[in-house]
Nanobody, 121 residues
Framework: QVQLVESGGGLAQPGESLSLSCAAS????????MGWHRQAPGKQRELVAT???????NYADSVKGRFTISRDNAKNTAFLQMNNLKPEDTAVYFC???????????????WGQGTQVTVSS
């Protein structure tokens, strides 16, 4: 079994920063992509950022220049540094990863349970 456990988040004022982390554990052989999605109330879940093992990143246009994704591959951990937060960044943030587990035949997607980020003055 695989677990993705998020930490961080909370309440911030506009213009402030928050950071999130996501630790993957379990029968992991390899992780090729780790990333973050978010879901605001009444909206669909949307991609925020992804990072492959070889360093390729992808960001939503709405967060480019403000958010930075990084990884510690040795620790199967991903991070999301969120700067210059805006009220529209308010959402539940979900960690996700494509993981190859022992006994599996392919990479499979896994999700964390989410952590709340609220940006409000």
């Amino acid at each position: 079994q695989v677990q993705l456990v998020e930490s961080g988040g909370g309440l911030a004022q506009p213009g402030e920063s928050l950071s999130l982390s996501c630790a993957a554990s379990g029968n992991i052989v390899n992780i090729n992509v780790m990333g973050w999605h978010r879901q605001a109330p009444g909206k669909q879940r949307e991609l925020v950022a992804t990072l492959t093992t070889n360093g390729n990143t992808n960001y939503a246009d709405s967060v480019k220049g403000r958010f930075t994704i990084s990884r510690d591959n040795a620790k199967n951990t991903a991070f999301l540094q969120m700067n210059n937060l805006k009220p529209e960044d308010t959402a539940v943030y979900f960690c996700n990863a494509r993981i190859f587990t022992r006994g599996a035949s392919q990479y499979e997607p896994h999700w964390g349970q989410g952590t709340q980020v609220t940006v409000s003055s």
